[in-house]
């Protein structure tokens, strides 16, 4: 089945210390999406890539980047996580930009120590 | 700065009732709207999408949307204890209302079926 896959589903990391988290895709969607969700919150957008064209929400802290090696593949790397950092991180895709319906992975939980 | 409202909840139905949950938005060039479900500790799953004035079902599900109200709604009938969960009302803001075309989310209401 075509699907999104996230990786790891759970992550524990340091205070400061860079940690990456990884979405694959197998649907051949051309825009993939960063979601950051805190409890009883509505999903945030960090930033999406349309091919291979970076956009970058304005108030998206310069503390997370993205990098889209290719069609299937999207990381969210954040340099030196904070505890207001904890969060889940969801991954999407969609086939276009626009009206298309948005499709989810199973996200990754990051806890800050 | 373009908004999509929800009902916070919890709504609490007894098993077999019909859910309904409601949601506004300001956007008015709005085109596309969608109803996630998220149980918790889990990511959203698309259940509807709906672009046209009108009622859309599928299944138990039902959504209804009225662009002149800027309202949208969606019905769970014969709802069953499975479906308690959060729903989150989702807009595609049009690109020249400021959101540049992103998927707008409400905070979700939380609905607990009872058996």
């Known amino acids: 089945d075509a699907m999104v896959i996230q990786n790891p589903r759970y992550q524990v990391t340091q205070f400061g210390k860079p940690v990456t988290l990884s979405c694959s895709q197998t649907?051949?969607?051309?825009?993939m999406y960063w979601y950051q969700q805190k409890s009883s919150q509505a999903p945030k957008l960090l930033f999406h890539?349309?091919?291979?064209?970076?956009?970058n929400e304005a108030d998206t802290p310069d503390n997370f980047q993205s990098r889209r090696p290719n069609t299937s593949f999207c990381f969210l790397d954040i340099r030196s996580p904070g505890l207001g950092d904890a969060a889940m991180y969801l991954c999407?895709?969609?086939?276009?930009?626009?009206?298309?319906?948005?499709?989810f992975g199973p996200g990754t939980r990051l806890t800050v120590l | 700065q373009k908004e999509v409202e929800q009902n916070s909840g919890p709504l609490s139905v007894p098993e077999g009732a019909i859910a309904s949950l409601n949601c506004t938005y300001s956007d008015r060039g709005s085109q596309s709207f969608f109803w996630y479900r998220q149980y918790s500790g889990k990511s959203p799953e698309l259940i509807m999408s709906i672009y046209s004035n009108g009622d859309k079902e599928d299944g138990r599900f039902t959504a209804q949307l009225n662009k002149a109200s800027q309202y949208v709604s969606l019905l769970i009938r014969d709802s069953q204890p499975s479906d308690s969960a959060t729903y989150l009302c989702a807009v595609h803001g049009s690109y020249y209302g400021g959101s540049q075309g992103n998927l707008i989310f409400g905070k979700g209401t939380k609905l607990s079926v009872k058996p």
């Open positions: 890539y349309y091919d291979k064209d970076f956009n």
């Open positions: 649907l051949n969607h051309n825009v």
């Open positions: 999407a895709t969609s086939r276009d930009p626009g009206y298309n319906e948005q499709f």
